[in-house]
């Protein structure tokens, strides 16, 4: 007695797989379209797809939106160091390496007014940064600042709040700031999936970073996504120590 059939889906991706992993189909080369694949298997696009899905989740495949679909090369990871949220500058300085920035000045609503405590309809300054090494998105960051205080010229070619940005850091104040940071993974919303180009059964790695000054105002707030198998997290923690006086200190 014979047990249930996979699914058709599981093989073409078995038998993709396997080509990809022992080497006949190389990094950077493109797949037959998807109706060429489909015909090939005798299945339906539909279900070509789903394997081609399982195959971009487990990071195998690049579908390139207006290209198709590419055997993936491989990706260096980013380090991302909490504190001042900030890529690793060895990693951030590769000239592989660039980070697409742009600024807009929407009205603080819902979520966003709540992180920055200001009122619903606020103007506040959003960047929205994308950062990509070749084709392949790195990271995703949209950061947000009540208009007051972001910086002039914080995107001129040479300032050192667009270099901040190019790494993700934080743009206040830094001596008077304090951060804090929410880590989380999760499935990536259609938006996210559609810019980071991966799938939507993918895991990204969120933090919501914020930024307060010594007043305790948040002068920044940072939602940041990274696909999961593309960046590794480092978090310090640091403890304060006791410098009282003991009581053998004070008969000295």
């Not at 073409?12 to 992993?21: E, F, H, K």
């Not at 309809?121 to 084709?135: D, H, I, R, T, W």
């Not at 951060?179 to 969120?206: F, K, M, N, Q």
């Not at 707030?221 to 696909?227: D, E, H, I, V």
Request: contains cysteine.
């Amino acid at each position: 007695m014979t047990g249930p059939v996979p699914p058709r889906h599981h093989a073409i991706a078995d038998d993709l797989r396997q080509q990809i992993t022992t080497g006949r189909m190389h990094p950077g080369e493109r797949l037959p379209s998807e109706t060429a694949l489909a015909d090939r298997y005798g299945v339906s696009t539909v279900t070509l797809r789903r394997a081609l899905a399982t195959l971009q989740g487990e990071g195998l495949v690049q579908k390139i939106h207006g290209k198709g679909n590419f055997v993936r090369r491989p990706v260096r990871k980013m380090l991302y160091v909490s504190g001042w949220g900030t890529f690793d500058p060895w990693t951030a300085a590769e000239p592989a390496l660039r980070v697409t920035v742009r600024r807009t000045t929407v009205q603080a609503h819902g979520h966003i007014a709540t992180l920055l405590k200001v009122p619903t309809g606020s103007p506040v300054s959003e960047f929205s940064c994308l950062s990509l090494q070749g084709e392949s998105p790195h990271g995703l960051a949209r950061i947000y600042m009540p208009c007051d205080l972001t910086p002039a010229g914080s995107l001129d070619d040479d300032s050192a709040h667009r270099r901040a940005l190019a790494r993700f850091a934080v743009l206040g104040p830094l001596p008077q700031a304090a951060v804090r940071e929410s880590v989380s993974a999760r499935p990536p919303t259609p938006d996210e999936a559609s810019a980071l180009r991966i799938g939507s059964t993918a895991a990204v790695l969120a933090i919501t970073r914020i930024a307060t000054d010594s007043r305790e105002r948040v002068v920044e707030a940072a939602l940041l996504t990274f696909p999961g198998d593309r960046v590794d997290a480092v978090f310090t923690s640091h403890h304060l120590i006791d410098e009282r006086p003991t009581q053998d200190d004070n008969l000295e």
